[in-house]
T-cell receptor, first 115, second 113 residues
C-alpha cells in the first residue's frame, strides 16, 4: 500500500542550530503535505502545510520544501529554541479507489533542542 | 473555542472488559477519525467517518468498533480489549479527509492488562 517514510526518528540539536526532517512518499498523485507538531501530553497540531503547486513555503522560522519529481518533502526549522522540542509528523494525501482521500502519516521524529 | 475533546484521558483496564472512549467536536466537521500512536509506527488510522451514519475501516480496524449517530460525536468501542490494544489514541476531525487541517483531541492513554 501507499506509505510515507520519515527520517530521522530522533534528532538532537543545540539551541540556535537548524533542524531538518525529511519524508518520502510513494503515491505520485499525492498533492497535500502537512506537518504536525506534538508537544508532550497533547495531540498533534498543524504547523505548516504545502500543496503540490508550490515548491517551498515559509512561516517565520519554519519552512517546508517539496520535490514532486523525487517524491520527497522536508521540514526546516532555523534558530531552534527549547520550545521547538516535540515530536513532528509529516503526512501525505492519498486517494483510495472507492473510498476517497485520506492522510498517511510518517513514523514521527522526536526533536530535542538543548539549551 | 474550536476543539476536539476526548474522555477519558487515561484508562487502565483488564482483558475482555468492554470500554468506550468518547470523542466530541464543536466545529461542525463532517469528517472524523480515530488513530492509534505507537512508538516507531507513527499515527495509524483505525476507523473514519465521512458523515452521520457513514463509517468505514481504516488501516488497523481489528478489535475496534465505532458509531456516528450525531455529527459532533464519534465514540470508539473496544468490546473485548486485549493487551496489544495498549496504546495512545487520538480522535480527529476536519472539513475534508485529505486537504484540510485535521484537529486532534488531547489523546487517551489506554493500558490493557
Amino acid at each position: 500500500g501507499e506509505n510515507v517514510e520519515q527520517h530521522p526518528s530522533t534528532l538532537s540539536v543545540q539551541e540556535g542550530d537548524s533542524a531538518v526532517i525529511k519524508c518520502t512518499y510513494s503515491d505520485s498523485a499525492s498533492n497535500y503535505f502537512p506537518w504536525y507538531k506534538q508537544e508532550l501530553g497533547k495531540g498533534p497540531q498543524l504547523i505548516i502545510d504545502i500543496r503540490s503547486n508550490v515548491g517551498e513555503k515559509k512561516d517565520q522560522r519554519i519552512a517546508v520544501t517539496l520535490n514532486k519529481t523525487a517524491k520527497h518533502f522536508s521540514l526546516h526549522i532555523t534558530e531552534t529554541q527549547p520550545e521547538d522540542s516535540a515530536v513532528y509528523f509529516c503526512a501525505a494525501s492519498i486517494l483510495i479507489y472507492n473510498q476517497g482521500g485520506k492522510l498517511i502519516f510518517g513514523q514521527g521524529t522526536e526533536l530535542s533542542v538543548k539549551p | 473555542e474550536a476543539q476536539v475533546t476526548q474522555n477519558p484521558r487515561y484508562l487502565i483496564t483488564v482483558t475482555g472488559k468492554k470500554l468506550t472512549v468518547t470523542c466530541s467536536q464543536n466545529m461542525n466537521h463532517e469528517y472524523m477519525s480515530w488513530y492509534r500512536q505507537d512508538p516507531g509506527l507513527g499515527l495509524r488510522q483505525i476507523y473514519y467517518s465521512m458523515n452521520v451514519e457513514v463509517t468505514d475501516k481504516g488501516d488497523v480496524p481489528e478489535g475496534y468498533k465505532v458509531s456516528r449517530k450525531e455529527k459532533r460525536n464519534f465514540p470508539l468501542i473496544l468490546e473485548s480489549p486485549s493487551p496489544n490494544q495498549t496504546s495512545l489514541y487520538f480522535c480527529a476531525s476536519s472539513l475534508s479527509p485529505d486537504t484540510d487541517t485535521q484537529y486532534f483531541g488531547p489523546g487517551t492513554r489506554l493500558t490493557v492488562l
